[in-house]
């Protein structure tokens, strides 16, 4: 019986995580930790510089769940560092309210959630579904979730990777099968919206319409999950421009 790490960031009590940990009760244990509040594109955030505070919740039976005041990197380290006793054999992030999409991963806290768990040494998946909707139904990427959870808990994966997860928006018998693809090019149209304050002071809302991105490039996520497929993205952690090395060491930097 395997026992499986939950967390994401769209919340505690977010339909997609608990979706995800009913799903993940089929292999055994499973322990949620998610922040209290929404922590999208948060990012790989950390917190050193104040207290954390730990909260059990009644998430659903069997099921044992805490919430934390910080971010969902936070909530896997405190998991990992000693919180959970019982040895942890799979870490699961989401399922994530929207896609994460090529360089979405840099923002996205339900990937960070992932990153820190493979920082861990722990296999670490992240699951994003491509619905923004607040009545988004999780059915098709939870059953999505039990097959790929259940690979990688037989097969494992190698140090400092993990998979990023994108499910289009459909039903499962109507989704078109499983790509193994590399990340596409996102367009983002973010807009700087200026305003005032009761007192009239300026303060600023980053808006805009939402990530766009190559839908024609086959092979990368955003073509994958646009054309109906699964997308699955396998991310390492070592971020170095190995092909950039030679031409940097031809450049007059001597001091």
């Known amino acids: 019986m395997a026992h499986v790490l939950v967390s994401n960031d769209d919340g505690i009590f977010a339909p997609g995580l608990l979706a995800l940990a009913t799903t ?11 922040p209290e509040e929404n922590q999208s594109a948060n990012g790989h ?33 405190v998991a990992l560092l000693g919180l959970i006793s019982t040895p942890v ?21 339900t990937v960070a959630a ?21 009545d988004a139904d999780y059915t098709a990427a939870a059953a999505v979730a039990r097959r790929i959870a259940s690979e990688v808990l037989q097969r494992s994966l190698p140090p400092m990777t993990l998979l990023s997860v994108n499910v289009p928006r459909l039903a499962l018998e109507q989704i078109k099968g499983v790509q193994i693809t590399r990340q596409g090019t996102r367009v983002y149209h973010d807009e700087l919206v200026a305003r005032l304050d009761p007192e009239g002071r300026p303060y600023y809302w980053i808006g805009g319409e939402a990530p766009t991105g190559d839908i024609n490039l086959e092979g990368s996520d955003i073509w994958a999950v646009h054309n109906g497929f699964v997308s699955v993205t396998p991310i ?6 190995h092909s950039l090395i030679p031409q940097l060491q031809a450049w007059e930097m001597a001091l």
């Not at 993940?24 to 998610?34: A, C, K, L, P, S």
């Not at 992932?114 to 607040?134: Q, V, W």
């Not at 390492?236 to 421009?241: F, N, R, S, Y």
């Open 24 to 34: 993940m009760r089929e292999f055994g244990r499973v322990t949620v930790i998610g």
């Open 45 to 77: 955030r950390k917190t050193l510089t104040k207290p954390l505070r730990v909260t059990p919740v009644k998430l659903a039976e069997g099921i044992d769940a805490y919430s934390t005041d910080g971010a969902p990197a936070d909530c896997i380290a």
């Open 89 to 109: 054999d799979l870490v699961v992030s989401g399922i994530n309210r929207g896609a994460n999409l090529g360089q979405d991963l840099t923002y996205s806290g």
């Open 114 to 134: 992932a990153f820190e768990g493979t920082i861990h040494r722990k296999p670490s998946i992240a699951f994003s579904l491509d619905n923004r909707a607040h």
């Open 236 to 241: 390492i952690l070592d971020m170095t421009a």
